[in-house]
């Protein structure tokens, strides 16, 4: 499975991107799928998920309220639109992709497939 993230760009505070991630190969409407993110010289973060068929998501409570995710499994897509942005939220996103659980987890060590990053900055 590849995956490949885009969207990413900088934002005045405020303001709003939407991230977008295409995967290829295995198959996508099976997969739970997430969004993590790292700053520099942090973890990597929990940003979002979505169930298999979209129809249940989980995100913490840093992003609840301004971000949303959302999938397209007839186009393979997985997005992440994110409103009000605040310079906390700069870093670098990525998708990722839970091939194996049958259940939404924010744990970035369940997930087995990730793609490349998209750089998002936020200034104040």
């Known amino acids: 499975v590849q995956l490949q993230a885009s969207g990413g760009g900088l934002v005045q505070a405020g303001g709003s991107l939407r991230l977008s991630c295409t995967a290829s190969g295995g198959t996508f409407s099976s997969y739970v799928m997430g969004w993590f993110r790292q700053a520099p010289g942090k973890d990597r973060e929990f940003v979002a998920c979505?169930?298999?068929?979209?129809?249940?998501?989980f995100l913490p409570d840093s992003v609840k309220g301004r971000f949303t995710i959302s999938r397209d499994n007839a186009k393979n897509t997985v997005s992440l639109q994110m409103n009000n942005l605040k310079p906390e939220d700069t870093a670098i996103y990525y998708c990722?992709?839970?091939?194996?659980?049958?259940?939404?987890?924010?744990?970035?060590?369940?997930?087995?497939?990730w793609g490349q990053g998209t750089l998002v900055t936020v200034s104040s």
């Open positions: 979505i169930s298999w068929g979209g129809g249940s998501t």
């Open positions: 990722a992709a839970d091939s194996k659980s049958t259940f939404m987890t924010g744990s970035p060590k369940e997930y087995d497939y």
